[in-house]
């Protein structure tokens, strides 16, 4: 068993990163539940997110996704994350949400369309420049609805043609995160679908280039933690979107759904030695708070994920090789269920106290007003949301 200090220490340093987007109105295509005290720009996001780090203390960065947090001086922007406690994080391109992306973005049959892409996604590692950040995260919407509407391999191509581009323009210590989505929004062929795919681009780019993980992104009964495995054996494991899903790409709270796979995959995570900042996987949160209020909900959710990272710092990984090599089935599996059965709140709990935090972080930010005071001083302009 890992000595306790070595547990919690190892847990003070693992940081999640929040995105912006949480904090904003969402829903589905059916209804968007507005919320009282919504940010209404992305200043006011941060000063959200600088409140999930405020009670954890281990929530230091917030994601942005351009065009939603386009500000006009970007550097004042990170000047405002810094004075609230926390820094500018992964930079979320968005090539989804415009008329001209209807048959895709960089694997548009028109050159034209392809190029509006690739300068949209320069102008986000420009924004890297000017805000600090490490990341830039691609999500492409990319892909057919129908048999023979397009050319799979030229569409690859493109793609390969765009990345490298955007590869060749990141500045030394940046990366470029390349996530996959198995479908949706469309329905035929999506040209990065899978791990397999992104990782083929990956590799072809060079080492900064590395695969992201969100946890909402595959099909049911998909082995996540065996993917986290090999990316981890590659090198390649760039970062996760964490969040939980019952059907396809749910975006509910991180450990919701599926407690035991959060613990599996941390599992892996642990095995690897890459929890800490500088084994260069990003922990970041993907989700939406349709119903929930926001605040808490990435209190929650951050909570969740420390919970399963405790849980797999607490794996016996010595009785665990012993009853492995040993051929014993059960004593093997019964040293990772040991772990996941263990009650590690209270572990959290006085961690959070030594770090001078209250021990229960969403019954501290309840109680401290925060709420009350953004709904009644948010009353006027435009809340934030998918598109704002
Ligand atoms: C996509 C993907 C991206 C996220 C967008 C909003 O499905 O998960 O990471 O930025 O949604
Ligand atoms: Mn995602």
């Given at each position: 068993?890992?000595?306790?200090?070595?547990?919690?220490?190892?847990?003070?340093?693992?940081?999640?990163?929040?995105?912006?987007?949480?904090?904003?109105?969402?829903?589905?295509?059916?209804?968007?539940?507005?919320?009282?005290?919504?940010?209404?720009?992305?200043?006011?996001?941060?000063?959200?997110?600088?409140?999930?780090?405020?009670?954890?203390?281990?929530?230091?960065?917030?994601?942005?996704?351009?065009?939603?947090?386009?500000?006009?001086?970007?550097?004042?922007?990170?000047?405002?994350?810094?004075?609230?406690?926390?820094?500018?994080?992964?930079?979320?391109?968005?090539?989804?949400?415009?008329?001209?992306?209807?048959?895709?973005?960089?694997?548009?049959?028109?050159?034209?369309?392809?190029?509006?892409?690739?300068?949209?996604?320069?102008?986000?590692?420009?924004?890297?420049?000017?805000?600090?950040?490490?990341?830039?995260?691609?999500?492409?919407?990319?892909?057919?609805?129908?048999?023979?509407?397009?050319?799979?391999?030229?569409?690859?191509?493109?793609?390969?043609?765009?990345?490298?581009?955007?590869?060749?323009?990141?500045?030394?210590?940046?990366?470029?995160?390349?996530?996959?989505?198995?479908?949706?929004?469309?329905?035929?062929?999506?040209?990065?679908?899978?791990?397999?795919?992104?990782?083929?681009?990956?590799?072809?780019?060079?080492?900064?280039?590395?695969?992201?993980?969100?946890?909402?992104?595959h099909a049911p009964g998909t082995n996540i933690e065996f993917?986290?495995?090999?990316?981890?054996?590659?090198?390649?494991?760039?970062?996760?979107?964490?969040?939980?899903?019952?059907?396809?790409?749910?975006?509910?709270?991180?450990?919701?759904?599926?407690?035991?796979?959060?613990?599996?995959?941390?599992?892996?995570?642990?095995?690897?030695?890459?929890?800490?900042?500088?084994?260069?996987?990003?922990?970041?949160?993907?989700?939406?708070?349709?119903?929930?209020?926001?605040?808490?909900?990435?209190?929650?959710?951050v909570m969740n994920v420390q919970e399963a990272a405790a849980?797999?710092?607490?794996?016996?990984?010595?009785?665990?090789?012993?009853?492995?090599?040993?051929?014993?089935?059960?004593?093997?599996?019964?040293?990772?269920?040991?772990?996941?059965?263990?009650?590690?709140?209270?572990?959290?709990?006085?961690?959070?106290?030594?770090?001078?935090?209250?021990?229960?972080?969403?019954?501290?930010?309840?109680?401290?007003?925060?709420?009350?005071?953004?709904?009644?001083?948010?009353?006027?302009?435009?809340?934030?949301?998918?598109?704002?």
């Amino acid at each position: 068993m890992r000595e306790e200090r070595a547990v919690k220490n190892a847990l003070a340093r693992h940081q999640v990163e929040l995105p912006s987007w949480a904090f904003g109105n969402s829903g589905t295509r059916f209804k968007v539940f507005g919320q009282p005290g919504v940010p209404r720009t992305p200043y006011e996001k941060a000063s959200d997110a600088a409140q999930v780090h405020a009670h954890t203390g281990v929530a230091p960065s917030m994601a942005v996704h351009i065009p939603w947090d386009k500000v006009d001086d970007y550097a004042d922007f990170a000047a405002h994350a810094t004075s609230n406690g926390i820094r500018v994080g992964t930079v979320n391109s968005n090539v989804f949400q415009d008329d001209d992306y209807k048959l895709g973005s960089v694997c548009n049959p028109d050159p034209k369309i392809r190029r509006k892409a690739l300068a949209h996604l320069l102008e986000c590692v420009d924004i890297m420049d000017a805000t600090g950040s490490g990341d830039l995260k691609l999500w492409f919407a990319d892909g057919t609805n129908y048999p023979g509407q397009d050319d799979i391999c030229a569409r690859q191509d493109r793609l390969a043609e765009a990345l490298a581009a955007v590869y060749a323009r990141l500045g030394p210590g940046q990366r470029m995160l390349l996530e996959y989505k198995l479908f949706e929004p469309s329905f035929y062929t999506t040209d990065v679908p899978d791990w397999g795919t992104s990782l083929l681009h990956c590799q072809a780019l060079g080492p900064r280039a590395q695969v992201v993980v969100d946890t909402g992104h595959h099909a049911p009964g998909t082995n996540i933690e065996f993917i986290v495995a090999q990316l981890l054996r590659a090198g390649r494991l760039g970062g996760f979107d964490f969040n939980s899903r019952f059907y396809a790409d749910d975006d509910l709270m991180a450990g919701a759904a599926d407690p035991f796979q959060l613990f599996r995959i941390m599992h892996e995570v642990v095995k690897a030695g890459a929890l800490a900042p500088a084994a260069g996987v990003a922990f970041m949160l993907d989700q939406c708070h349709n119903i929930e209020p926001k605040i808490p909900a990435q209190i929650r959710s951050v909570m969740n994920v420390q919970e399963a990272a405790a849980k797999a710092l607490l794996v016996d990984a010595g009785a665990l090789t012993a009853a492995q090599q040993a051929g014993d089935v059960l004593g093997a599996n019964a040293v990772l269920m040991d772990a996941y059965n263990t009650d590690v709140r209270p572990l959290l709990a006085e961690l959070r106290t030594e770090m001078g935090l209250a021990p229960d972080p969403v019954a501290a930010y309840l109680a401290s007003g925060y709420g009350e005071k953004i709904a009644s001083g948010r009353k006027e302009g435009a809340p934030a949301g998918w598109g704002a």
